[in-house]
């Protein structure tokens, strides 16, 4: 999970830990790289905005360095910024909201 919101990563950690699944957390794009490097994982979830690098630029470097799990992007600003599954080469694309956790799951 990616974010440079420590709170919402934090309290989005704490949901998925308690449904039963092993979360790595990282507060920065290249944190989340490097854990990649480290970690085998099923899903990756990551905001889209983040200062040193959008969520679409982590996806594109995922998917360079051979990473072909699903990835879910969300954002607060899916509508504004016209976010979907084909922009952004994410799986799934998740509007942030009190309803984003059951989304993921």
């Known amino acids: ?7 919402g990563l934090g309290a989005r950690r704490v949901v998925m ?18 854990l990649l490097d480290l970690h085998t994982v099923d899903l990756v979830i990551t905001d889209y905005r983040m200062p040193a690098m959008t969520g679409t630029e982590l996806i594109g470097h995922m ?19 016209g976010l979907n599954e084909a922009n952004t080469g994410a799986d ?11 989304h993921m799951v």
């Not at 999970?1 to 709170?7: A, E, G, I, R, S």
């Not at 039963?20 to 957390?25: D, S």
């Not at 699903?70 to 600003?77: E, Q, R």
């Open 92 to 102: 799934m694309v998740i509007q942030k909201s009190a309803h984003e956790v059951a």
């Open 63 to 81: 998917r360079a360095r051979g990473f072909q799990q699903p990835v879910i992007i969300i954002s607060g600003f899916v509508d504004a910024l």
């Open 1 to 7: 999970m990616v974010d440079d919101n420590k709170l």
């Open 17 to 34: 830990e308690e449904l039963g699944y092993k979360v790595f957390a990282a507060a920065s794009p290249e944190e989340a790289l490097s």
